[in-house]
């Protein structure tokens, strides 16, 4: 068969192994909460689903555009953000273009920019996990098409700063498409930390991508949004599939901004529960990242894949990067305990002097 032959040497993605009904899935930052009852009630009152959706989700624009200080043609929603980055990289990258990004981070990169034929240039993170900007500039080249920020840093939890970020866009090329990924936004309690939404309108070349599936416990409907320069999003609007955002998926996103202030208490709940959970950690002697969103980092190196295991065996389904670390998003708090019972037992094992020890 004639394939294309990037396409074949990319790993097919492979969704975290399945977990034991009684196991903790901790495995892709989802929420732990259950859908709201506002929510579902939303859902349930949209079913006729013998109709497409309204394909630009209008109203769902206009809502977060009131929000946002921006016009409703500067928002553009997606099928998740994952779909609005892979947009966003089809309208700019092409065969022959670069995407520059740091390096470990969202393991869907990677894919998203051999689909479009461009070539990756990954940028390897500082020791602490955050984001090395000034290496990150200096990897442009006349050829780079898109530079993509992720803060905070998925798989590590570190965010950039607003002072590094501000720097940051201040040496790019001002046609040069930058995406700020902010999946994870809402988790954030670091004050210096960047915030998109303070950027809007300042730059011709930013776009700030943000989601309902973490925070606001909508992974399963797929929907995200981001804002920018509205020639950038018509751009991406041209590269979609059309119509894939549901009409299930628009009223529910509608309904969680309705009950914000209930969502942001358990995102709330969630926060502290990581602080204590890193605060544990470091007590048992971990060295790990100042994570900032709903998961953290063990950089566990060559000992990853046997840690993950023994998570595994006592009921914790964690995401094992191989040869790196593995990210263990904050789940239920019934979840810690064991977690940091098998935690103890793995740092036991690890030579002194690894990195993960501090
Ligand atoms: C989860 C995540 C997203 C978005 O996921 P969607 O479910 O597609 O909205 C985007 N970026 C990062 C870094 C993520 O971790």
């Known amino acids: 068969m004639k394939l294309r032959p990037e396409i074949l040497a990319s790993p097919v993605y492979r969704q975290g192994r399945a977990a034991g009904a009684d196991a903790f899935k901790l495995s892709s930052n989802e929420n732990p909460f259950p859908p709201l009852p506002a929510v579902l009630a939303a859902i349930t009152a949209e079913l006729e689903i013998n109709r497409y959706p309204d394909a630009t989700a209008a109203a769902l624009r206009g809502t977060l555009a009131a929000r946002l200080g921006t016009t409703a043609d500067e928002v553009i929603i997606g099928s998740g953000s994952v779909a609005l980055l892979q947009q966003f990289i089809l309208a700019a990258a092409g065969p022959g273009d670069e995407v520059a990004y740091s390096w470990r ?6 894919t998203m920019v051999t689909v479009a034929g461009a070539t990756s240039v990954p940028v390897p993170n500082r020791a602490d996990g955050g984001h090395d900007l000034p290496a990150l500039a200096d990897a442009i080249t006349p050829r780079t098409r898109v530079v993509i920020v992720c803060s905070p840093n998925n798989p590590t939890g570190v965010t950039v700063t607003a002072e590094e970020f501000t720097a940051f866009m201040e040496t790019v090329p001002s046609d040069l498409l930058v995406l700020l990924d902010e999946a994870y936004a809402e988790f954030v309690r670091e004050p210096e930390a960047v915030d998109g939404r ?37 751009a991406a609007r041209a590269t979609a599939i059309p119509l894939s955002v549901t009409g299930l998926a628009q009223v529910a996103a509608e309904a969680s901004l309705e009950a914000e202030a209930e969502l942001l208490e358990r995102v709330e709940k969630i926060t502290v529960r990581r602080t204590a959970f890193i605060d544990a950690l470091r007590a048992q002697g971990w060295n790990i990242p100042a994570s900032e969103s709903n998961f953290i980092w063990l950089a566990l190196g060559d000992h990853t894949l046997r840690a993950a295991e023994r998570f595994f065996d006592a009921g914790l389904v964690t995401r094992p990067f191989a040869g790196d670390g593995v990210r263990i998003s904050i789940g239920e708090e019934e979840s810690l305990t064991p977690l940091l019972t098998v935690a103890q037992e793995i740092l036991t094992e690890l030579p002194t002097g690894h990195p993960a020890r501090a």
């Open 105 to 110: 981070s969202f393991e869907a990169y990677p």
């Open 198 to 234: 303070e950027l809007i309108g300042r730059y011709p070349n930013l776009v700030i991508l943000r989601t309902f599936s973490k925070a606001y416990g909508l992974a399963g409907l797929r929907v995200g949004w981001a804002t920018g320069p509205e020639a950038i999003l018509d």
